[in-house]
């Protein structure tokens, strides 16, 4: 009966230990932001604005495997505007942004340990004033962001951080007589990661 009740005891203490727990955990993002504004016919003007402020962090700890924490974050703006005295004369303007991180310290004194990140970003801008108008368009896209994780586990650490700052810019005026159009596209993709055995 005594035997019983130590390995009871034994094995309750072990499961409460965190022994079979590993630490695991992800997070992200996504910004979708389409922008259009246009003129069409007499004077008149029309301007439109998005802007966004992002942010997440995460942290574990566990005595027994160690600790993970990342945090992501940023800022995006985007604007149009159009202004015209006769004819059509517009701002399209589309934008995705999107970011991704995730750890994971395995249990066990040669446990896995991984680690990644992805930022991906995507402008395009068209501006545009036909044949017979009389106008300018103006359009700009920014997005600064950064990405950081660091993982200290049993026999090392490891750490890695990534930061973007880009912008797109626009600008259109033209007579009756001339057909402008400026279309401008940035795309950025950003990856790393690390596993170690």
Known sequence: MLRKFLLSVAV?????????ADIGQTQ???I???????????????????????????MEHQ???????????????????????SGAVGVVQNASVNGSQ???IGRGYRGSHTQGQSLNLNFNTIARKPFGGVGRAMGSQSFVGEQSLKQTYRGGSSEGSQFIHAEQDVKIKGGPSSNVVVNNTLDVKMNQGNTSP
């Open 28 to 30: 992200s993002f996504e």
């Open 12 to 20: 309750i203490l072990l499961l409460s230990s965190g022994v079979f």
């Open 102 to 104: 995730n750890q994971f």
């Open 63 to 85: 005595a027994c495997l160690g600790s993970a924490a990342m945090k992501q974050g940023g800022i995006f703006t985007q604007r149009a505007r159009a202004q015209a005295r």
């Open 32 to 58: 979708a932001a389409p922008n259009k504004v246009k003129v069409v016919g007499g004077f008149g003007m029309a301007s439109g604005r998005n802007y966004l402020e992002i942010g997440q962090r995460k």
